[in-house]
């Protein structure tokens, strides 16, 4: 059971409050009628679905009812940061490896 | 191969069952083969099998990361049925539930196949409404199902709490008097023993690195026992699909998330068939060891932990003792989680890639066991003619972009 820090709320919560609902940072296409059905299918059906950091979006359901985004590890559960709509990530996959290699390095 | 018979396993009683043949090699990984599958599941497993006896490829090694058969195949709830509403997913399941009637004398090994029927409960008007147009659609696809009313469910299954002041009443069910279970290590093994007699190699403990590929053309692939190479490469790495597929810079309609399932305590016989409940998340049946074996959804979320929330099983356990009242008391023994690779439309994809040469059958999802030998079997056919089996066309990758989709999501009676 997760307990998530709804970043509207300024609260910890229970999961139970939550909904996920995917990937985050997808941004609909301007012009879907300009653009090919692959692309489409891309923007509607396919996912990066990594093993490792991820960028999510959750509903607080049972609290607050907006949307936000969360930086959560896939493999650990662990979530290292939530934040609000329209703002961006301050871990991402690229941070954490940099994170690794310098510790690498310290020992 | 030595066949296992009756006499074999007298014979062997006189040695205190000491010499028995290992059941396959541990071969070293060859510099090339003609086609390497990676994931031994049992998926991976019987394509290699179908691969070798069908189309007398046997120049293929199956290579696993972990042991055989030690991922989600060692971690479903062993159902088969084949009652999907849609006519290609229910012709594909049905050709599975055709081959899992010879499996055992096919394999020469016990598979446990076990055709105890399977319900899917109706809790109300709209679960027997989609249930009376599934079980039609069915029929019409020439797979048996009957529509049952409450006491013809209590007929069947004496145990079930069939009040109807309950949260969710039990107002019917389907029943494919055809489905059941087989026994799920046994269906790795089996495949394994056999793949093996022809000549597959199986490498366990050989983790795939990378896929690589030469002017968009798969030549091998690096593992941490080395390069192997092959022209022909098909990942059957379930929940871990998403990852191979990045190896070579690809996406999937796929997000992977943990599925749990638990088992109790053996207890005396006491139900057998299996009860699938879609609406409530929660399917039982009983192991021949005595312990049920019970079922619950998905966590909502991706992950990749092979562990679940415990809200899901709490949930679950809910359901399970209010149409079960009896199984209240009885103690779970274990409980873990499986990552499945969750499709859109909740079907699988069998299917080519843009890369020349890289295949993939993945998206089982939730519901993969049941399908293990005719995903092999299709799947050999779509590698050894490097074009789709015909059962198997209908589920190419291109489908997404097409909006072909088969739409099973809660349609099939399934806990998606």
Redesign the interface.
Same mark, same amino acid.
Request: charged share 35%; hydrophobic share 20%.
């Given at each position: 059971? #997760?307990h998530i820090y709804c970043p509207y709320c300024e609260e910890m919560r229970e999961?139970?409050e939550y909904? $996920?609902t995917?990937e985050a940072h997808i941004e609909r296409p301007k012009d879907p009628a300009a653009i090919s059905?692959?692309a489409?299918?891309?923007y509607?059906?396919? /996912?990066?679905?990594? /093993?490792g950091i #991820?960028h999510?979006m959750w509903y607080h359901a049972a609290g607050c009812r907006r949307y936000f985004n969360a930086t /959560?590890d896939?493999?650990? $559960?662990k979530v290292h940061e939530t934040y609000k709509m329209g703002e961006m990530p301050t871990i991402t996959a690229a941070t954490v490896a940099a994170n690794q290699v310098a510790k690498g390095d310290a020992s | 191969m030595k066949k296992y018979s009756g006499f074999s396993l007298f014979k062997h009683s006189l040695s205190h069952h000491e010499n028995w043949q290992a059941a396959w090699r541990s071969p070293q990984p060859k510099k090339e083969y003609d086609v390497i599958i990676v994931g031994g599941g049992g998926h991976g497993l019987a394509t290699a099998y179908y691969l070798a006896k069908v189309h007398g490829i046997t120049n293929v090694a199956v290579l696993e990361k972990g042991y055989l058969g030690g991922g989600n195949t060692a971690r479903n709830t062993t159902i088969v049925r084949s009652n999907y509403l849609w006519d290609e997913a229910s012709k594909l399941y049905d050709h599975s539930l055709d081959l899992w009637k010879d499996l055992s004398q096919d394999l020469n090994y016990n598979v446990m196949f076990s055709q105890r029927g399977v319900l899917n409960l109706g809790h109300n008007l709209q679960d027997m409404r989609d249930i009376e147009r599934r079980v039609n659609a069915n029929r019409l696809n020439g797979i048996d199902g009957v529509v049952l009313n409450t006491a013809e469910v209590k007929e069947i299954v004496p145990i079930i709490n069939d009040s109807q002041d309950i949260r969710y009443p039990v107002l019917g069910a389907s029943w494919q008097a055809t489905g059941g279970v087989a026994r799920h290590d046994a269906v790795a093994w089996g495949f394994a023993r056999g793949a093996d007699s022809f000549g597959v190699d199986l490498i366990q403990q050989c983790e795939v690195l990378d896929i690589v590929t030469e002017e968009g053309a798969v030549v091998g692939v690096k593992t941490n026992q080395g390069f192997i190479g092959a022209k022909k490469v098909a990942c059957v790495t379930a929940g871990n699909s998403g990852v191979m597929a990045a190896m070579v810079g690809l996406r999937l309609p796929i997000e992977s998330r943990p599925l749990q399932a638990l088992v109790s305590e053996p207890i005396k016989p006491i139900i057998d068939t299996v009860v699938m409940s879609n609406a409530v998340h929660a399917y039982v049946s009983q192991s021949d060891k005595g312990d049920l074996v019970i079922g619950a959804g998905t966590d909502s979320y991706n992950g990749y932990g092979q562990r679940g929330s415990f809200n899901i099983v709490e949930h679950t356990m809910s359901a399970i003792c209010e149409l079960f009242p009896m199984f209240s008391r009885v103690r779970m023994n274990r409980a873990w989680g499986g990552i499945v690779d969750t499709c859109p439309d909740a079907c699988p994809i069998i299917s080519k890639t843009s890369v020349k040469g890289l295949f993939f059958n993945c998206g089982w999802g939730t519901g993969g066991f049941k399908a293990t030998p005719g995903s092999g079997n299709v799947f050999a056919h779509t590698l050894a003619h490097d074009e789709a089996h015909p059962l198997a066309a209908p589920f190419s990758i291109d489908r997404f972009s097409t909006g072909h989709l088969i739409d099973e999501h809660g349609a099939a009676g399934v806990a998606h």
């Open positions: 059971m #997760h999961e139970e909904s $996920y995917g059905d692959e489409w299918a891309d509607i059906f396919f /996912r990066s679905n990594p /093993r #991820h999510e /959560r896939t493999q650990s $559960y | -």
